[in-house]
C-alpha cells in the first residue's frame, strides 16, 4: 500500500473516533447507550442492519463461493429469496415484542412466560455471537496483517482499539451511523470494482457457465446437496425470521425505531435494499473469475493458506491492491474496515445489553447511573473476550469453525419456538416450552448424526417444529388449557405488495442470470 493510502485510513480512523465522541457526549442512560434514545430514523436503521449482515464476511465470502470454490457460483443468490417473506412475516409477528418496551428482547419472554426461558435465550444469544465475534475479529485482523505487512497483534490491536473505544464513546447511535457510512463507502468501492470488471465480464460470461447456474432444484433430503432451492428457501426463511426477530444484535436496530410503523418500515427497506448489494458482490465475484482468466498469473498472487492452496477469500482485495490507484485503494480499504467495525461494534452493544439487561440489572439493585457504567464496562469485557478468543481460533479444528454455522441452525429453530410461543400461545407455560427447547435440539442433533444427507438449512424448520409441536403435546399431558393470543395484523398494503414484489424481482432476476 501507498503513503497515501495510509494517510486516508488514518483520517478515516480519526474522524470515526472524534464523530463517535460528539455522537455520545450527550449519553445519560442505557436507553441512551442500547437504544439510542429511540431517535433514529428509519433509512439510517435499515442501512445498518443490512451493513451488518453485508460487511467484511460478506465481501470476501461471496467473490470467493462465486468465482472460485468449488462447488459455489450464483446459488449463493438462493439465500435471497427468502429475505423479503421474512420481513413480511416480522412485520406482523414482531409487533408484540416492539410494544413491551424492553431493551433486550429476552426480557419479553420473562414478560410472558417466566425467567428461566428468559436466561436459556439470552445464554444461547451470549455464547453463540461471543464465539463468533472472536471468529470474526481472528478473520478481519488476519487479513488486515496479509494485506498491509503489520503482525497480527498489531492489526488487532489496531482493529479492535478503535472499534471498542468507538462503541465506549458512542454507543448504538454511533453504531448506526458507521454502519451508513460503511455502507457508502463499501457499496462505493464495489460499483468502482464492477465498472473496472466489466469488460472482462461481458468477454468472459460464457465461459463462467459453471459459475452462472443460480438455481438448483433440489429439496436437499436424500441428494446431500447443503444448497437446494427448496431447503434454501424454506430453511432460510426461518432462518432469517430467528436472527432478524430473536438474535438481540438485529433485534436491538428494531427496538430503536420510535414507533411499531417505524419498525414496519424498517424491515420493509432491509428487504429491498439486501439483494441489489448480494447481487453486485456475486456479480464481482464472476467479474473477478474473469478477470482472471485475463491475468494467468492472478491466483498464484494470492497468499495462501495452513495447506498451500490460494486463500480465495481474498481476491477481492488482491484485487483492489493491484489495479486500485493510490488513494482508491486506502478508501477501498477503509471500506473493508468500516465493515468489519460495523460487524463488530454492534455485536459488542448488543452482548453488553443482554449482559446488563437480562442478568446484572435482573438480579442486582443498582441506580441508573451504575447501570449505565455497567454497560461501558461490558462492552469492554466482551471486547476483550473477543480479542483472547480470537488468539485460539487458528488452533480449533477446520471442521469445527466451519461447523460453526451449522451449530447456530441447531438452536435457531428451538429458539424461534420460545418466541413463538411467548407471542402466540403464553398459556403453554414456561415448563413446556423449555421442554419443547429441549427436545427441538435433540431432533436436530439426531438430524445431524443420523440423517447427514439432509441440508443442514432444513435444521432451522425441523427444530421450529419440534420444539412447538412437543411443547404442545407437553402441556396437553400436565393438564394446562392452552388459549391464544391475539395480536394485530395492522401493515400498510404497500408495504406487503413491494416485499412480494422484491420476491418476485429476486426470483426473475435468478432465472434471467442462468439463462
Not at 429491498?272 to 456475486?282: D, E, K, N, S, T
Request: aromatic share 12%; net charge neutral.
Amino acid at each position: 500500500m501507498d503513503v497515501l493510502d495510509w494517510w486516508v485510513i488514518a483520517t478515516y480512523l480519526v474522524l470515526m473516533l472524534l464523530g463517535a465522541w460528539y455522537l455520545g457526549r450527550k449519553q445519560r442512560s442505557r436507553a441512551d447507550y442500547y437504544l439510542a434514545g429511540k431517535s433514529l430514523p428509519s433509512w439510517t436503521l435499515a442501512t445498518s442492519i443490512v451493513a451488518t449482515q453485508c460487511s467484511t464476511n460478506s465481501l470476501l465470502g461471496a467473490p470467493a463461493f462465486v468465482g472460485f470454490v468449488a462447488g459455489g457460483g450464483l446459488l449463493w443468490l438462493q439465500y435471497e429469496l427468502a429475505v423479503p417473506l421474512a420481513m413480511l412475516l416480522l412485520c406482523l409477528v414482531f409487533m408484540p415484542i416492539r410494544k413491551a418496551n424492553v431493551i433486550s428482547i429476552y426480557e419479553f419472554l420473562e414478560q410472558r412466560l417466566d425467567v428461566r426461558c428468559r436466561l436459556v435465550a439470552s445464554g444461547c444469544f451470549l455464547f453463540f455471537r461471543g464465539v463468533a465475534t472472536g471468529v470474526t475479529v481472528y478473520g478481519v485482523a488476519s487479513v488486515i496483517a496479509l494485506l498491509t505487512g503489520v503482525s497480527y497483534t498489531t492489526a488487532v490491536i489496531l482493529l479492535m482499539g478503535i472499534t471498542i473505544a468507538y462503541d465506549l464513546m458512542g454507543g448504538m447511535k454511533a453504531v448506526v451511523i458507521s454502519d451508513v457510512v460503511q455502507m457508502v463507502l463499501l457499496f462505493g468501492a464495489v460499483v468502482l470494482a464492477l465498472l473496472w470488471l466489466s469488460d472482462p465480464l461481458f468477454n468472459h460470461y460464457h465461459s463462467l457457465t459453471d459459475r452462472t447456474q443460480a438455481l438448483a432444484n433440489d429439496w436437499g433430503l436424500m441428494s446431500g446437496n447443503q444448497y437446494g432451492f427448496w431447503p434454501m428457501f424454506f430453511g432460510g426463511l426461518f432462518l432469517y425470521v430467528a436472527y432478524y426477530g430473536c438474535d438481540q444484535s438485529q433485534a436491538q436496530r428494531l427496538l430503536s425505531a420510535n414507533t411499531p410503523a417505524t419498525t414496519q418500515t424498517v424491515l420493509m427497506l432491509n428487504g429491498l435494499l439486501r439483494f441489489p448489494l448480494v447481487l453486485c458482490y456475486c456479480l464481482v465475484g464472476l467479474g473477478l473469475a474473469a478477470y482472471a482468466i485475463e491475468q494467468p498469473t492472478f491466483i498464484a498472487s494470492l497468499p495462501t493458506t495452513s495447506n498451500g492452496a490460494p486463500n480465495f477469500n481474498l481476491v477481492f482485495p488482491a484485487f483492489v491492491s493491484l489495479e486500485f490507484a493510490p488513494g482508491l485503494a486506502g478508501l477501498a480499504m477503509v471500506g473493508l474496515f468500516a465493515a468489519a467495525m460495523s460487524s463488530i461494534d454492534s455485536a459488542l452493544n448488543s452482548l453488553s445489553a443482554s449482559t446488563v439487561e437480562d442478568y446484572v440489572n435482573r438480579y442486582s439493585k443498582l441506580s441508573e447511573k451504575q447501570l449505565f457504567l455497567a454497560s461501558k464496562i461490558a462492552t469492554f469485557g466482551w471486547g476483550a473476550f473477543a480479542v483472547l478468543l480470537s488468539y485460539q481460533v487458528e488452533h480449533i479444528a477446520p471442521t469445527v469453525l466451519e461447523a460453526i454455522n451449522k451449530v447456530g441452525s441447531l438452536a435457531n429453530g428451538p429458539l424461534l419456538a420460545i418466541f413463538a410461543i411467548a407471542i402466540f400461545a403464553p398459556s403453554i407455560g414456561a415448563s413446556a416450552t423449555l421442554f419443547g427447547f429441549i427436545a427441538g435440539l435433540a431432533a436436530n442433533i439426531l438430524i445431524w448424526l443420523c440423517l447427514p444427507s439432509v441440508s443442514w438449512l432444513w435444521w432451522n424448520l425441523t427444530g421450529l417444529l419440534s420444539a412447538g409441536l412437543l411443547a404442545i403435546a407437553w402441556a396437553k399431558i400436565t393438564g394446562r388449557q392452552i388459549s391464544w393470543q391475539p395480536i394485530s395484523w395492522q401493515l400498510a398494503r404497500w408495504k406487503w405488495q413491494l416485499l412480494l414484489l422484491m420476491t418476485a424481482l429476486i426470483l426473475l432476476t435468478t432465472i434471467w442470470l442462468q439463462m
